[in-house]
C-alpha cells in the first residue's frame, strides 16, 4: 500500500460529459502529480501541484484541469470527454521538491468512455 | 521533443537465466527513476539514481546509471516467475516532471 488513495477506481461515462478524480496524497507530502497511462501513448505526466499551487505542466489538454486544495488533496477535472480520453489515471505523490525523492503512486482510476 | 526508449519492448526469459534491460533518453538528465507495474497494478518505485555512475542492486535486480551516454540498465539475475511485470524508467530533466519510457514487459517463464 503506498499510501496514495484514488476514488473512484472505475469510471464509466459518456462522450460530452465530465467527470472528477480524486487524489488524497501520502501523510506528509507536498506534492501531487498526476499521469494518463494508455495503450497508444504510454505513461504521460500531466500536471504537478506542490502545497497548493501548480509547479509543472506536461502534456495537459485544455478540456482538463486540476487544483490542489488547502488539505492536499487534489482533484483533476475532464470536460468535454472524447472516446481517446478512455485511460488509467494515475495520481502520485512526494514529500516535496526534492528530485531525489521517488513517487509514490495511487492504484489508478480506470476512465471508460462509452 | 524529449525521448525515453526501452528495450527491448517485451522480453521472455527462463528462470535462472540473466538479461538487462535498457534505457537511453535524449536529453540531458542527471537522475533516473525505475519502476515496476504488474498487471492491473499501480506503479512501484524500485530504484533512484541520483548520479553519473551511480549503482544500486536490490535482490537480483541491479540498476546503473551512465549520464555521459545518456543510458540506464537494469541487469536481472537469475531471474525467476516473481520478477514478471512491467519495467519503466522515467527522467525528470527540468524537475518534477517525469518523463517515462515505454515500458518493458518481461515474462519469466519456469
Known amino acids: 500500500d503506498s499510501g496514495v488513495t484514488q476514488t473512484p477506481k472505475h469510471l464509466i461515462t459518456a462522450t460530452g460529459q465530465r467527470v472528477t478524480l480524486r487524489c488524497s496524497p501520502r501523510s506528509g507530502d507536498l506534492s501531487v502529480y498526476w499521469y494518463q497511462q494508455s495503450l497508444d501513448q504510454g505513461l504521460q505526466f500531466l500536471i504537478q501541484y506542490y502545497n497548493g499551487e501548480e509547479r509543472a505542466k506536461g502534456n495537459i489538454l485544455e478540456r482538463f484541469s486540476a487544483q490542489q486544495f488547502p488539505d492536499l488533496h487534489s482533484e483533476l477535472n475532464l470536460s468535454s470527454l472524447e472516446l481517446g480520453d478512455s485511460a488509467l489515471y494515475f495520481c502520485?505523490?512526494?514529500?516535496?521538491?526534492?528530485?531525489?525523492?521517488?513517487?509514490?503512486f495511487g492504484d489508478g482510476t480506470r476512465l471508460s468512455i462509452l | 521533443e524529449l525521448k525515453v526508449e526501452q528495450n527491448p519492448l517485451f522480453l521472455s526469459m527462463q528462470e535462472g537465466k540473466n538479461y538487462t534491460i535498457y534505457c537511453n533518453y535524449s536529453t540531458t538528465s542527471d537522475r533516473l527513476y525505475w519502476y515496476r507495474q504488474d498487471p492491473g497494478k499501480s506503479l512501484e518505485s524500485l530504484f533512484v539514481?541520483?548520479?553519473?555512475?551511480a549503482v544500486k542492486q536490490e535482490g537480483r535486480l541491479m540498476a546503473s546509471l551512465d549520464t555521459k551516454a545518456r543510458l540506464s540498465t537494469l541487469h536481472i539475475t537469475a531471474a525467476v516467475h516473481d520478477l514478471s511485470a512491467t519495467y519503466f524508467c522515467?527522467?525528470?530533466?527540468?524537475?518534477?516532471?517525469?518523463?517515462f519510457g515505454t515500458g518493458t514487459s518481461l515474462t519469466v517463464i519456469p
Open positions: 502520485a505523490s512526494s514529500p516535496g521538491g526534492q528530485r531525489n525523492q521517488p513517487q509514490h
Open positions: 522515467a527522467v525528470d530533466p527540468v524537475g518534477n516532471q517525469f518523463y
Open positions: 539514481l541520483l548520479s553519473n555512475g
